[in-house]
């Protein structure tokens, strides 16, 4: 039973992990993974689109995939990981980032600074 329990938070993990950060491996996500992750990937796909807006008051909302305000995981994964995100929730890498910001041409900034994070868009 525990097992499956284990099998079921990775691919979870995994599946918040690959949307936003398929091609590298995320120890940010198991580094913060009982913390309020801050992930704006979890609300758009509550909303139901990867290109919406985020409002003030969508971000402070309280609902189940809203990972700035309630702890931990989303109820489910946000997108059906692939093997490279399963990858990164098994073996994470051994970095101290916290934050990430997803850039406009796919690519992601990382870094363990929050000023250093708002600074880059986040």
Excluded at 54 to 77: I, K, Q
């Amino acid at each position: 039973m525990a097992g499956e329990r284990r099998i079921g938070g990775g691919t979870r993990l995994a599946g918040v992990i690959g949307w936003p950060v398929e091609h590298s491996r995320s120890p940010q996500m198991h580094n913060a993974a009982y913390a309020t992750l801050g992930i704006d990937a979890t609300l758009l796909y509550e909303y139901g689109s990867w290109t919406h807006q985020l409002t003030d008051s969508e971000l402070a909302a309280n609902t189940p995939y809203n990972t700035r305000v309630r702890h931990g995981l989303p109820p489910t994964p946000i997108c059906n990981p692939g093997l490279k995100s399963l990858e990164a929730a098994a073996h994470p890498a051994h970095v101290d980032y916290l934050y990430y910001v997803a850039k406009p041409d796919g690519s992601h900034y990382f870094t363990n600074n929050y000023q250093d994070f708002l600074n880059h868009g986040g």
